[in-house]
């Protein structure tokens, strides 16, 4: 099979920001137009957000809770939502907004050609993204000249760099101004450079403090470069490079004590003393590094050479598999592009943003969207590429210490279903979304889930705090169900869905999503706490608060209950985007084959719920079907959610509107075909589906340090290689009966301790080859 280049391309320039394609180093992004007569980089940088510092906790809050706690055990639920409104939310009750940078826009002299402001007169137009140098290209030729513009945002030297040439000398002729709806000025700083200065927005009462700036600066080779009043001025050049840098006075959550010019100035200095081609080498080295890690292969069809857009409207003939491929990768780079070591994670929008007040404000909404975004970070090998989380999560054990003492009266940190720039943890929005105070406790879980792929100790010992300090704040804040006598959340919902009509109908006392979440958590901070040694009575009562939470429960439909109670037949909305209380498929692994009867409560669950949903829902729906073991189902739920109604022409993934976590849903419920290790085996093609019946794939990561690269035909598993990385057993299934070798042509010795699972010792670094027995 020959490799296909991963790559997105078009026939015209993007006309709407949603055809427009993003380039990102993590913090610093553009979404790059490709127009011929103009061209515009619509610019964000992940730390310009509207308010400031902040303290959203309610001082009354702790007072109204014992009230609050009995009138939902009381199912006086709209009782309970008017006294969580009135006392409990925090203030303001929503939290600051990302913010746009603005855009650079560059202008050209009109085509010969040109007629009523068309650009004509272009010949052999093409735009595309190579997802393997993050290089972002267009080319056409235009009276006899062929014009060439490369844009990438380079992590290596943090500036987007953008170079113009054509095949004829002096043709590179522009002016580039920059345009926001919150610059406060801008200028001419010198002969070759034009600055942007902004501030975020008020919110709610919070003042607007951040501050930015942009600069953008010209290199030509030939040809004059001016500057004035800033506007940017280049005539007739051979080739020009125009970088672009940005900075902020965000330092962290609680510090705006940056400078923002100086950051900008900083790095545009730094990377104008580069040659182009060096900045070129040093960012393909850079993001290759990360990129080329792992990789996915089917065969191309025909299909496969159309513009991206187009295979997107015709996934649905089934001609195409190779988009799948295409997908995967795209989460791939998004990651690589919006969460990169000392960046902020990624948003609902990942980095990009072209608003002032976006949908959902653009920030971390930690019900569900921001743990998808991190999902493919330990399976598709960009383990790098989870530490903005970390570092949010060790910020979130600060500011939620706060909410927890102020509102609850406990120790540890709490976050509820949302946080921003300023590490917002008491609950917002309203009662009926906010009021669910588990959201920190499934993001901690990641920290575990580190662990769990890389068996890094060191790690384990920094983040250790964050877990435990999570799991006091439960030890302290479950109380006694009055009816089940059960240890549970109060007050709670199973995120945004309502198991009775009226206002208050989502407030419950623990769901069963805050059961099996805090079941993960105790457990890892138990095990994470016997790995290093420590905190023995934090263990103990973790342990026995875990024995005391609600089961999960099979309903009268034979579904997994949502609640502690059977109210799913009677909840308003029967085909709910959140599908929360499989949160035990997946990621967790509570619900498995091994678990016969939930696992079928599951499936169930699933099938009354339906396929139809938002982008993220069905990014969700794609893996509990893999974890279903239904390949083919779950393919049915990528191609639902590869259609233009719910993919963009630049494959960002629509809620609707765009949210990223449904990209990035997409590429973990692959790799969740090709290969699984929830329950700490290896499952080799565990959900296959039958429409992609060759391939390989290689660079997986499974828990218990292994890496994995496969070969498939037929549908069925010609060959596996895994090398190890920490020297564990191997405990590996397939539906084929499989024997194994060490890479270097030594036999291994295996044990069958089961049917159809394989087991063996490993060398750390050492390889073994896995294939079916003859
Ligand atoms: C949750 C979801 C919505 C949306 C928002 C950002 O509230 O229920 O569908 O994704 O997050």
């Excluded at 569900?368 to 989380?389: F, H, K, R, S, V």
């Excluded at 435990?468 to 007050?491: I, K, M, N, Q, Y």
Aim: proline letters at 6%; one cysteine or more.
């Amino acid at each position: 099979m020959s490799t296909t280049p991963h790559r997105l391309w078009y026939p015209r320039p993007a006309r709407a920001w949603l055809e427009a394609l993003p380039v990102g180093n993590g913090r610093l992004g553009a979404m790059v137009y490709g127009g011929t007569a103009t061209e515009e980089l619509q610019l964000s940088e992940d730390t310009v957000w509207a308010g400031g510092p902040h303290v959203f906790d309610n001082p009354g809050a702790r007072e109204a809770l014992p009230e609050i706690r009995r009138l939902v055990f009381a199912g006086e639920w709209d009782a309970a939502q008017r006294l969580i409104d009135a006392g409990f939310m925090g203030i303001p009750v929503k939290q600051p907004p990302y913010q746009t940078v603005g855009s650079l826009r560059l202008a050209f002299p009109a085509g010969e050609d040109d007629e009523g402001g068309e650009d004509g007169g272009v010949s052999g137009y093409r735009r595309e993204l190579d997802l393997a140098t993050a290089v972002h290209a267009v080319e056409f030729s235009r009276a006899g000249v062929r014009h060439r513009r490369e844009v990438f945002a380079t992590a290596a030297d943090q500036v987007i760099a953008v170079r113009l040439t054509a095949d004829s000398p002096g043709a590179v002729t522009f002016t580039a101004a920059f345009g926001s709806p919150l610059a406060t000025g801008t200028s001419s700083p010198d002969a070759a450079t034009i600055a942007l200065a902004g501030r975020g927005e008020d919110s709610g009462g919070v003042a607007g403090r951040v501050r930015f700036t942009a600069l953008a600066r010209a290199v030509a080779e030939g040809g004059t470069v001016t500057s004035r009043d800033g506007e940017l001025r280049v005539d007739g050049a051979d080739a020009v490079t125009l970088l672009v840098s940005a900075g902020t006075n965000y330092v962290s959550w609680r510090d705006l004590g940056g400078d923002p010019r100086a950051r900008a100035d900083r790095d545009l200095a730094a990377a104008g003393s580069l040659t182009y081609a060096r900045l070129r080498e040093r960012h393909v080295a850079d993001h290759g590094e990360l990129f080329g890690r792992a990789d996915l292969q089917v065969p191309a069809t025909a299909a496969a050479v159309l513009p991206t857009d187009e295979r997107i409207a015709g996934f649905a003939n089934g001609d195409d598999p190779q988009l799948a491929a295409l997908c995967f990768q795209y989460g791939r780079y998004l990651l690589i592009a919006s969460s990169r070591p000392g960046t902020q994670p990624a948003n609902l929008q990942g980095l990009w943003n072209d608003m002032t007040d976006p949908p959902w404000g653009c920030k971390y909404t930690i019900n569900i969207n921001t743990e998808m975004n991190y999902w493919p970070a330990g399976p598709a090998n960009l383990l790098d590429c989870w530490q903005p989380l970390f570092d949010l999560l060790r910020e979130l054990r600060e500011s939620g210490a706060r909410t927890a003492r102020d509102s609850y009266g406990a120790r540890g940190w709490v976050a509820h279903h949302n946080t921003d720039a300023w590490r917002g943890t008491a609950p917002v929005d309203g009662a009926f979304w906010g009021m669910w105070p588990t959201g920190g406790a499934w993001l901690a879980m990641s920290l575990w889930e580190h662990y769990r792929f890389t068996g890094d100790m060191a790690a384990l010992r920094e983040h250790y705090p964050v877990l435990a300090d999570a799991a006091r704040f439960f030890l302290d804040t479950l109380v006694e169900d009055p009816g089940s006598g059960h240890l549970v959340t109060c007050p709670s919902v199973s995120p945004e869905n309502a198991h009775h009509p009226g206002d208050g109908g989502s407030l419950c006392a623990g769901p069963t999503m805050d059961g099996q979440i805090l079941r993960d958590l105790f457990g890892a901070v138990d095990a994470a706490g016997r790995l290093l040694g420590i905190d023995e009575e934090l263990r103990a009562g973790a342990r026995a608060a875990a024995r005391r939470l609600p089961p999960m429960r099979v309903g009268a439909l034979g579904q997994l209950q949502e609640w502690q109670q059977d109210w799913d037949a009677q909840a308003p909305e029967q085909d709910h985007r959140h599908v929360s209380h499989l949160y035990g498929l997946h990621p967790s692994n509570q619900i498995t084959a091994d678990t016969p009867e939930l696992f079928e409560a599951a499936r169930v669950t699933l099938e009354q719920r339906g396929d139809a949903g938002t982008g993220w829902s069905l990014g969700w729906k794609i893996n509990f079907w893999a974890r279903l073991a239904d390949g083919d189902r779950s393919f049915k739920l990528l191609s639902d959610q590869l259609t233009p109604e719910r993919t963009a022409p630049n494959l960002f993934d629509l809620h609707p509107p765009f949210q990223i976590d449904g990209n990035f849903g997409a590429t973990a419920g692959i790799t969740e075909w090709l290969v699984q290790s929830h329950t700490d085996e290896l499952r080799l093609l565990p959900a296959l589906p039958g429409a992609l019946p060759e391939g390989r794939v290689r660079g997986l990561l499974a828990r218990g340090g292994f890496e994995v690269a496969l070969n498939w035909s037929g549908g069925a598993l010609a060959e596996a290689r895994v090398t190890s990385r920490l020297g564990r057993v191997a405990r590996v299934r397939s539906a084929a009966d499989l024997e194994v070798e060490s890479g270097d042509g030594s036999p291994a010795a295996a044990t069958r301790p089961a049917p159809g699972l394989l087991e063996f010792p490993t060398r750390a670094g050492a390889d073994y080859v896995l294939r079916p027995r003859r």
